[in-house]
């Protein structure tokens, strides 16, 4: 039986923009939140192979030879190989069709097979309750109904089927009862494929990294929550940044820092404004009812992410504690507000638009009247300090945004704040060898860094900067992969920090050094797997992948870069 972690490179996702399943290349179901991307698990053997439940294939001599998503959409086709033969698994989540749930089809095998279902609802903290209904048929917690072409048998809180070589099979995983299940089958599966070429129909990429930016695009469409289009951070919870460490955290929200950059990429892209319209509209819609704009990640109903509670998990590769909720939505991290106020501004040049006004406002005047104070900063860090990067972009929001004020009280207000925290940052904010430090009084400097420029707060060959690089060049690159800076944690015990790395080929774009950002690019792509997925971190040394997964965060720093690199390199408009 399947009893090991999964390598997180061998991962690929399925999804029906509501929530998410991961598979791994033995066509293994290891983790599966029902209904929505932050619920309790059902399937969760990603974190605990032992007790978390999974939807295991065991068949013998078989293994993959290749994944691809079916055209644009999200259905995956799995091709499996030995020596008697091959058979094509597919596997897709209804969109927008008769039924939610997870539907698996399988080409005659040359062997025969099992399929184990394995459920372990509420992060494996309760039993499950199974019923046959029928010779095929098992309800599931009573709300959850599995079809199969083949018969079941229920034992030991594991359902089992198996398949004979040379018979075709098929599998659904419903949420509500079905009516013959194979005819919905197939339709749903149309349904399903087109619905899902009516989503990427907003959205046409051509240039250069061609693939790369579909795939990117992909995923960022997966991790979308329809219903109100708040995009989250990460399919997963609990990945570690540093593997046996206590770095695991939950990223199935939506975090206000990241807005800015992907309302960018999504823009760039060649959008029509529906998705970042829509993304812009959850953040806003949130931001208008809580008393006061300090939260910086929401849950998928608009509120506050919950506390942070511990699991009984063993955690992947023994990396604890295994969390739920997130201790950082608590924190004050002026970046949040501000990221905020450049998406929207993102979206107001290029729609010539000024919707969710009240709210931006509101954002904007938090930002003048609290810039000053200590906050958490980018990284989320527990010790709050005057962190450089949370006042450079809080001064260029604030800057951005004016523009758009027909109050001229309100915009000098707004402009001659950007202007006090501009001196602030040039007289506090730089170390004793002339960079930008990470906060006021620190020697140490800081990928992230690398934004100013990319905001048009400095140039990218001010003396400042040209410092600030020499920097990150001698001590925190590693073949061409770059590390953040940590106050309360040694970051050279983590990873390199994709997206970081992804803002450094940004930056060379400015200096249109293209051997550079070919090379870093490069550098990055190589934790781009068969289907597109990249995590947040990765070994520089041995190529592991490190902390959740798939990084939205990172996927729209690498749309940005290419995006930038075409526009600069071939000269073509946006």
Not at 16 to 33: E, F, M, P
Request: hydrophobic share 35%; proline share 5%.
């Amino acid at each position: 039986m399947y009893e090991q972690h999964p390598p997180l490179s061998d991962l690929a996702l399925i999804g029906d923009r509501r929530t998410c399943a991961l598979l791994d290349k033995r066509g293994n179901i290891v983790w599966y939140c029902p209904k929505r991307f932050d619920n309790s698990s059902l399937f969760a053997s990603l974190l605990d192979p032992q007790k978390g439940g999974a939807w295991k294939l065991e068949i013998e001599g078989m293994a993959c030879e290749k994944r691809e998503y079916l055209e644009d959409s999200a259905l995956l086709q799995t091709y499996l190989t030995g020596e008697k033969g091959s058979l094509l698994l597919e596997d897709w989540m209804p969109l927008d069709a008769r039924f939610y749930g997870i539907c698996r089809t399988l080409t005659a095998s040359p062997v025969p097979y099992s399929m184990h279902i394995e459920p372990r609802p509420n992060y494996s903290r309760q039993a499950p309750v199974l019923a046959k209904e029928g010779e095929s048929r098992v309800t599931v917690e009573y709300d959850f109904h599995l079809y199969a072409s083949h018969p079941v048998v229920v034992e030991k809180a594991t359902i089992t089927c198996k398949v004979p070589a040379g018979e075709k099979a098929w599998f659904i995983f419903a949420e509500q009862v079905l009516d013959k299940p194979e005819e919905v089958l197939v339709e749903v599966r149309e349904l399903t494929l087109k619905n899902w070429q009516e989503v990427a129909s907003h959205i046409t990429y051509k240039g250069p990294y061609e693939e790369e930016v579909r795939k990117s695009l992909r995923l960022l469409r997966l991790l979308t929550y329809a219903q109100n289009g708040g995009i989250i951070a990460a399919a997963t919870t609990s990945l570690p940044e540093v593997v046996g460490g206590e770095r695991n955290y939950d990223y199935r929200y939506v975090w206000l820092r990241d807005a800015a950059m992907i309302v960018s990429a999504l823009a760039r892209a060649g959008s029509d404004g529906e998705e970042e319209r829509k993304f812009l509209s959850f953040m806003c819609s949130a931001m208008h009812r809580i008393p006061e704009p300090v939260v910086p990640m929401l849950t998928l109903d608009t509120q506050p992410a919950g506390s942070e509670q511990d699991l009984e998990f063993s955690g992947y590769k023994n990396s604890k504690p295994v969390r739920y909720g997130n201790g950082a939505s608590s924190q004050l991290q002026l970046d949040a507000n501000s990221n905020v106020l450049i998406a929207a501004k993102v979206i107001y040049n290029r729609y010539n638009t000024r919707e969710h006004w009240e709210t931006v406002q509101r954002l904007a005047n938090f930002l003048v009247e609290h810039w000053q104070e200590p906050d958490h900063g980018i990284w989320e860090e527990t010790p709050t300090h005057n962190y450089t990067s949370s006042k450079v972009v809080a001064s260029i929001s604030l800057k951005y945004i004016s523009e758009h004020s027909e109050d001229e009280k309100e915009k000098k207000r707004w402009q001659d704040t950007a202007e006090q925290i501009r001196k602030y940052v040039e007289e506090n904010c730089l170390t004793s060898g002339g960079a930008y430090a990470v906060y006021a009084g620190s020697e140490e400097v800081d990928v992230s860094a690398v934004l100013f420029p990319l905001w048009a707060y400095t140039e990218a060959d001010s003396d400042t900067m040209l410092k600030t690089i020499e920097v990150l060049e001698r001590d925190y690159c590693q073949n061409h992969l770059y590390r953040r800076h940590l106050v309360e944690f040694d970051s050279g015990k983590e990873g390199a920090f994709l997206a970081g790395t992804l803002w450094v080929a940004q930056y060379w774009v400015m200096r249109r050094d293209w051997d550079r950002v070919e090379t870093i690019l490069g550098a990055a792509l190589r934790f781009m797997n068969d289907v597109g997925i990249m995590p947040e971190e990765g070994d520089p040394l041995t190529g592991e992948w490190l902390g959740n997964l798939p990084q939205t965060f990172v996927h729209a720093s690498l749309i940005g870069a290419i995006i930038d690199y075409k526009h600069a390199r071939y000269g073509e408009e946006e």
